[in-house]
């Protein structure tokens, strides 16, 4: 029975944290943004969001890259466009 305890736990904290990886939040002014990477990943290539930056990585964002990176997807119908779509106030 332990076995099983520890066996269901460890599929738990496995899970939690592949999900955990699969959102990233960005720290804003006007509020947090949470973004989906996996929900994006499924749509795009990497090479869309990560240029040719080499390895993908956390990609360090201020406003003029976020909004440069985001809306041109966006815009075109790819997403949310409204501001308070992406940045939810806690």
């Given at each position: 029975?332990?076995?099983?305890?520890?066996?269901?736990?460890?599929?738990?904290?496995?899970?939690?944290?592949?999900?955990?990886?699969?959102?990233?939040?960005?720290?804003?002014?006007?509020?947090?943004?949470?973004?989906d990477?996996?929900?994006?990943?499924?749509?795009l290539?990497?090479?869309?969001?990560?240029?040719?930056?080499?390895?993908?990585?956390?990609?360090?964002?201020?406003?003029?890259?976020?909004?440069?990176?985001?809306?041109?997807?966006?815009?075109?119908?790819?997403?949310?466009?409204?501001?308070?779509?992406?940045?939810?106030?806690?």
């Amino acid at each position: 029975m332990n076995k099983l305890l520890v066996a269901a736990l460890l599929v738990a904290l496995t899970a939690a944290t592949a999900l955990a990886a699969d959102v990233v939040t960005y720290p804003a002014k006007n509020g947090t943004v949470t973004f989906d990477h996996k929900g994006h990943q499924a749509k795009l290539e990497c090479k869309a969001c990560h240029l040719s930056e080499g390895t993908p990585a956390k990609i360090a964002l201020d406003k003029d890259k976020a909004h440069a990176l985001c809306k041109e997807c966006h815009a075109k119908g790819a997403g949310p466009t409204k501001c308070g779509d992406c940045h939810k106030k806690s």
